[in-house]
């Protein structure tokens, strides 16, 4: 992503109360700290709304959200691990019982879009929200 990386001079085993200037340090470390992770969310969160709607399309339990994409997807399709060595490196079939249509392009901004419809629609219109706080940095 191209973001520089900060760490702090400040030790966080510290015997005492820190001084200002530590405090001070440790404030920008960890607001920094906030914006990047803000920042990979963003990019990332169209995975995490594909895995919600791969959940709620099946109607699978919420449970399996923590499974990784090939997880679900193994989970989804039923596959097994065959109990014999299979010597098919290359020889590879498609599933007879998958005929969904593919979109041609799938775009990221649906994702987002949903993503910040369901997440307002949990949220009060009139409170401050940590997007609002950081929309406005």
């Known amino acids: 992503m191209g ?6 001079s400040v030790p966080f085993d510290l015997n005492r109360y820190p001084l200002e200037e530590e405090i001070k340090e440790l404030t ?4 920094h700290d906030v914006r990047m992770t803000y920042k990979v969310f963003e990019e990332v969160y169209y995975k995490y709304e594909a895995q919600l709607g791969l959940i ?9 959200f923590n499974k990784t ?4 997807s193994t ?17 590879f079939q498609i599933v007879d019982s998958i005929n969904k249509t593919i979109p041609d392009k799938l775009d990221k901004s649906w994702y987002i879009s949903i993503a910040k419809y ?19 940095i």
Request: net charge negative; glycine share 4%.
């Open 28 to 31: 920008t470390y960890c607001l």
């Open 56 to 64: 709620e399309y099946f109607n699978l339990d919420d449970s399996l």
């Open 3 to 8: 973001e520089d990386i900060r760490e702090s």
């Open 118 to 136: 369901r997440l307002e629609s949990f949220i009060p219109e009139d409170s401050f929200t940590l997007f609002d706080y950081f929309n406005g």
């Open 69 to 72: 994409e090939a997880q679900l």
């Open 75 to 91: 989970y989804i399709l039923g596959a097994r691990k065959s109990n014999y060595n299979r010597n098919d490196i290359k020889d």
